[in-house]
């Protein structure tokens, strides 16, 4: 079946400008991911969603970042007022359900900030 | 904090070589999952293990969990230069959490 998938593939934005980062994911996980990995570096936890829910968001690192789930199926991590630190791969991740399944990755969107 | 490290860092081993890469982490868990990555991108799912599981094979992969030690190991056997990626574990489980946790990973070079 379709795996996840995210868009845009490449992003470049200028300083400043907001960002919207799509994750669809497999069809009918109920939980759904967003790791943040900058370069050489490990995956970096931001959010995660159960059904349309974010139980946890402690991993956001400002409030220029946010996410939202709508239907337990897209999500939209939005940046605003992007800064050159925001420049990293954002990769989406869904699972069956929180924790307990193995997780299906996207292939990530990369970001690069002016 | 990261709870799952992965050690070493970096490998690199020629073509037919074993490659052995280990994970470390810090609290109690549930499973724990190991995955690669090609080029910076999505991550593909190797292994899951679980917590009762001292062992698991597949293919050319061998993981194995010490829960006493709180450690894991993966060891791809007879490697090839297509094995060259990085390598993450990942647990979960901890507090309580159902956030998997990634560690730094261990970038793998297998040379042909």
């Known amino acids: 079946g379709a795996g996840v998938s995210q868009s845009p593939s490449n992003k470049v934005t200028e300083k400043g400008k907001d960002v919207e980062l799509r994750c669809d994911p497999i069809s009918g996980h109920t939980a759904l991911y967003w790791y943040r990995q900058r370069l050489g570096q490990g995956l970096e936890f931001l959010i995660y969603?159960?059904?349309?829910?974010?139980?946890?968001k402690s991993g956001l690192p400002s409030d220029r970042f946010s996410a939202e789930r709508t239907g337990e199926s897209v999500s939209t991590l939005t940046i605003q007022r992007t800064q050159q630190e925001d420049s990293a791969v954002y990769l989406c991740?869904?699972?069956?359900?929180?924790?307990?399944?193995?997780?299906?990755f996207g292939p990530g969107t990369r970001l690069l900030v002016l | 904090s990261q709870q799952g490290e992965e050690d070493p860092q970096a490998l690199s081993i020629q073509e037919g070589e074993n490659a052995t890469m280990n994970c470390s982490y810090k609290?109690?868990?549930?499973?724990l999952q190991w995955y690669r990555q090609n080029s910076g991108r999505g991550l593909v799912h190797l292994i899951l293990i679980r917590s009762n599981e001292r062992e698991k094979h597949s293919g050319r992969l061998r993981v194995t969990l010490d829960t006493s030690k709180k450690s894991s190991s993966l060891l791809i056997t007879a490697s090839r230069a297509a094995d060259t990626a990085s390598y993450f574990c990942a647990t979960d489980g901890q507090g309580g959490s159902y956030i998997p946790t990634f560690g730094r990973g261990t970038s793998l070079i297998v040379h042909p």
């Open positions: 969603f159960q059904g349309n829910s974010a139980p946890d």
């Open positions: 609290t109690s868990i549930n499973n």
């Open positions: 991740a869904s699972s069956q359900d929180a924790g307990r399944a193995r997780q299906g």
